[in-house]
């Protein structure tokens, strides 16, 4: 499976500037990675055509490995949080939530550390947010969704982005949502060409409550 940024490049006073979106809660923020290429083609649709009026519209999906993520550690003073975007929060079935300008939406955060006094770092992803989002999956109804996220992962451009069209036409957007008791939360699948969404499992343990969070 294969893993996905939405940047945008900047002009800054030292040069040119190509910046990840961000999410966290304040405390935990860092660079969104996507698990899923449609979640990311979404997400930078969604933002670019909702943008706030200090954002911008010009974010576009890459590949995590085109992205220097060790010097973007290094610039955030050597230590980082990530987060690892798996679906989009829902109003209700088929509306997505985009309050502020970007789709509301479900990751687990993980912390980066990687030494300062060398080069060649291999960041490894812990399998455990893996299983986790596999079993988040799991809990609406997507029991093997890895299987679709690899399918569109080789798709060629003009298949993606007709899948991500499609995508796109099959929810809509909620601006103002309400106050809900449990998480409704969802995930594209091409296979059921539909948006699959289900309510939040109750956690049964903190560290499942910690890894599971929305913005």
Known sequence: MSLWLVVRKRFTSTGLFVEPAWIGNGKEDGPLIFASRILAGFYAYTRNKYHQKDDSNNWRV????????????????????????????????????????????????????????????????????????????????????EEQLEAIDEMDDETFEATLKLAISRVNICREPTERDRVLWGAYSPLHEAWISGEEVP?????????????
């Not at 975007?85 to 912390?111: D, K, Q, W």
């Not at 956690?203 to 913005?215: D, F, K, N, Q, W």
């Open 62 to 145: 890459i590949p995590l490995q085109q992205f220097d993520l060790l010097q973007h550690v290094r610039d955030c003073d050597g230590e980082l949080w990530c987060m690892m975007g798996f679906g989009v929060t829902l109003e209700e079935p088929g509306s997505v939530i985009v309050a502020t300008g970007a789709p509301r939406t479900r990751y687990t955060p993980f912390h980066f550390a990687p030494p300062t006094d060398r080069d060649d770092v291999t960041f490894l992803f812990n399998q455990w947010v893996f299983d986790f989002i596999r079993d988040e999956f799991r809990s609406i109804g997507l029991p093997k969704y």
């Open 203 to 215: 956690c049964t343990h903190p560290v499942e409550h910690s890894a599971r969070t929305v913005h």
